[in-house]
């Protein structure tokens, strides 16, 4: 078969889908509480960030799922076509929102105000071309790839996973994966653990003004962080990626042998109501207060166990399970469909409610809890909004004119 040739998408497997929107819903309501946070201090949801590290399993099990047994018929550059096809018109909406909302944050980063207008258009068309800004284009002042939309970094790491997979992780026999997987939880652990073999968060000292010696950094015991252009946030980002992708490619090539008519999915775990179940097993983990503060063993060992174990069982229990009733059928599909959108495009938001919350600090709590409900609702509309008016007939167009040409 002609490797130009188009293949239609795949049943789609729809627990999994849902489980990517309460993922991606809990992400907002993180960052929410982000803005109320202490620096150094416990978080509210406290694990809300391993959301990503699921998404990066999830991504490697649909990849594998999807493209593993499809390469006789498809080139290198179709499966890179589909990919940005499905990824990028969002990457573009999400920056092109952050840019429109970029000026609106000034209380909360009034250095916003300063920069150039040069620095500002070379930020928006690498941030429109997913290119990773360094320390010195940095104009909001958190040192991220992309300031005008924090999030975009998972998904530039998203394309070097595919990059990937595509030249190298498709070729390799399940016990080479196996071993690579393997490999990379050592990775997940020197952070969890404070190991840090490498060096790379070493502690420092200042004298505070009555004199005293401070200290400050060392291991972090958590898997937080992976945005910025430096050798130790760079150090997270791919450690934060290796692990989960590697094993959730490793989960969809193992579960076609072990499939049979007792067992269609392969999946060791089939149960009625999977959908509730592995969503209140998610939701757990990304809630869960710090074990013993939040730089110590006993959170790290929490964080390891949810990377390693519980959230390859989870996408396990989500794909052999299936919803049994109209209602959470249909729910899953509007969280899946609305996952992407609302992840991508949430975050400029948040930075306008930083600054609100800069400026009125002193305001009423109930103020305070209007104005993060009214992010909640602009998020969930905006999403809906981008996802019918925008991102699905631009995949739709781009399918047709470009993938089936």
Not at 357 to 378: E, F, N, Q, T
Request: proline fraction near 5%; charged fraction near 15%.
């Amino acid at each position: 078969m002609a490797k130009n040739v188009y293949l239609e998408s795949k049943p789609r497997y729809e627990i999994l889908d849902g489980l990517r929107g309460v993922a991606a819903f809990l992400v907002v309501i993180f960052h929410l509480f982000e803005t109320y946070t202490p620096h150094g201090g416990q978080q509210h949801l406290n694990h809300g960030y391993l959301a990503v590290d699921f998404f990066f399993i999830l991504s490697g099990f649909v990849v594998g799922y999807a493209y593993d047994d499809r390469w006789n018929s498809m080139s290198t550059w179709s499966f890179f076509k589909r990919r940005l096809t499905r990824l990028h018109p969002m990457v573009i909406l999400g920056t092109v929102i952050g840019a429109s909302l970029f000026f609106f944050s000034y209380d909360a980063f009034p250095g916003t105000v300063e920069i150039p207008m040069w620095k500002f258009m070379v930020c928006l068309v690498m941030g429109l071309f997913i290119i990773p800004c360094s320390k010195n284009l940095d104009i909001r002042g958190w040192n991220e790839v992309n300031s005008f939309n924090g999030p975009v970094w998972t998904l530039t790491l998203e394309y070097v996973a595919n990059i990937l997979y595509a030249l190298v992780l498709r070729r390799l026999p399940k016990i080479a994966l196996a071993a690579l997987c393997l490999a990379a939880a050592f990775f997940t652990l020197d952070l969890t653990m404070g190991w840090d073999v490498f060096g790379l968060f070493p502690f420092k000292e200042f004298t505070a003004a009555d004199g005293s010696l401070v200290s400050y950094g060392g291991p972090q015991y958590h898997v937080k962080g992976g945005w910025a252009l430096n050798p130790q946030q760079m150090y997270i980002a791919f450690s934060r990626l290796g692990y989960p992708f590697l094993c959730g490619l490793l989960i969809s090539r193992i579960l076609p042998s072990r499939m049979s008519a007792q067992n269609p999915s392969g999946s060791p775990f089939h149960v009625k109501g999977g959908f509730w179940l592995s969503a209140l097993l998610l939701s757990i983990i990304l809630c869960m207060p710090c074990i013993g503060g939040t730089d110590g063993i006993p959170n790290g060992l929490f964080q390891a166990a949810s990377i390693l174990v519980f959230f390859p069982l989870i996408v396990l229990l989500g794909a052999g399970s299936r919803t049994t009733d109209a209602f959470s059928t249909k729910l899953c599909k509007f969280l899946g469909d609305i996952s992407y959108p609302i992840y991508i495009t949430h975050y400029p938001l948040i930075y306008v409610h930083m600054s609100f919350a800069a400026k009125h600090a002193d305001a009423p709590l109930w103020m305070h809890i209007a104005a993060s409900a009214g992010v909640v609702v602009m998020a969930l509309i905006i999403a809906y909004g981008s996802l019918k008016a925008f991102d699905e007939p631009v995949r739709k167009w781009l399918t047709e004119n470009w993938l089936k040409k």
